[in-house]
């Protein structure tokens, strides 16, 4: 599980090209949006490997807007349609897939990101990863698994 702050648009522009090649066979369904809370969970299914994950996308602005508008938004349809700035929110992304864990994410957003602020970074690792990649991600850009990829592109940015 990884958790980051950031610009969907951010995000897709730090993603590395094999991750965002490979989100080409994942399809993404929105579950629900929480819309109180700004909380969106979506379900990917990954055609290579037959599995299916959660994503969750949490809107960090969604209480700016104003109250009596989003009282009346009842889908996450409706939501973009009626907030089109939605697209530019800072967001918090999750996935219960092992990507984060084994493909170096922890590490890079770990490390690479100290003093960087365009990177994301993750929030709820249980402590910094400082082993490095070197087997699996020797060029230390793995940073969003293909599924959230794959919400990003075809869901917030769309
Ligand atoms: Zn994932």
């Known amino acids: 599980m990884i958790r980051t702050s950031i610009q969907a648009e951010g995000l ?3 993603a590395d090209y094999e991750s965002d090649t490979r989100a080409s066979s994942c399809s993404t369904v929105l579950v629900r949006m929480d819309t109180k809370t700004g909380q ?4 990917t299914h990954c055609a290579n490997s037959n599995f299916s994950w959660r994503q969750r996308v949490n809107l960090l602005e969604w209480k700016t807007l104003p109250e009596e508008e989003l009282e009346k938004i009842k889908t996450f349809q409706e939501a973009k349609a009626q907030f089109p700035e939605i ?5 918090e ?24 602020t365009t990177l994301p970074r993750y929030t709820n690792a249980p402590a910094p990863e400082v082993r490095p990649p070197d087997k699996n991600d ?9 599924h ?3 919400v990003i592109r075809n869901f917030l940015l769309k």
């Open 12 to 14: 897709i522009t730090n």
């Open 138 to 146: 020797k060029e230390r850009n793995h940073i969003l698994c293909k």
């Open 93 to 116: 992304v999750s996935c219960n897939c092992p990507h984060a864990l084994y493909s170096g994410s922890l590490f890079n957003l770990n490390v690479l990101d100290a003093d960087d």
């Open 87 to 91: 697209k530019n929110m800072d967001i």
């Open 40 to 43: 969106i969970d979506f379900t």
């Open 148 to 150: 959230m990829i794959s």
